[in-house]
């Protein structure tokens, strides 16, 4: 049974930072694409950042233009885990993101149909 558990959320002052955490399990993390994404009150969800399986080549990594320069998405394969690191966090981050794995295939992937696997989420709440 695949699960996978959001840490790191909370509430922070505009330019601060925040690390969020994705501990996952009942899989083989190394080869499952994974991805953030995150939904603001009536909004969509969207995809903040993905991470590609483990390949010779490497780790291909997406970050959305909205974040770009100031969010970073790594994984740790040894930890079964993966990382938001997100700085110079401002009012329009406030939301709950959420940690999602792909079943099938390593390449990037940026829709939430295309993900299998979803945390609980965690809050994000960033103030003026």
């Known amino acids: 049974q695949v699960q996978l558990v959001e840490t790191g959320g909370g509430l922070v002052q505009a330019g601060g930072s925040l690390r969020l955490s994705c501990a996952a399990s009942?899989?083989?993390?190394?080869?499952?694409?994974m991805g953030w994404f995150r939904q603001a009150p009536g909004k969509k969800r969207e995809l903040v950042g993905a991470?590609?399986?483990?390949?010779?080549?490497?780790?291909?990594?997406y970050i959305a233009d909205s974040v770009k320069g100031r969010f970073t998405i790594s994984r740790d394969n040894a930890k079964n885990t993966v990382y938001l690191q997100m700085n110079i966090l401002n009012s329009g981050d406030t939301g709950v993101y959420y940690c999602?794995?792909?079943?099938?295939?390593?390449?990037?992937?940026?829709?939430?149909?295309?993900?299998?696997?979803w945390g609980p989420g965690t809050q994000v709440t960033v103030s003026a």
């Open positions: 999602a794995a792909r079943s099938v295939g390593g390449d990037l992937f940026y829709a939430t149909s295309d993900y299998d696997y």
């Open positions: 991470l590609g399986a483990l390949t010779v080549r490497g780790t291909r990594t």
């Open positions: 009942g899989l083989t993390f190394s080869r499952h694409t």
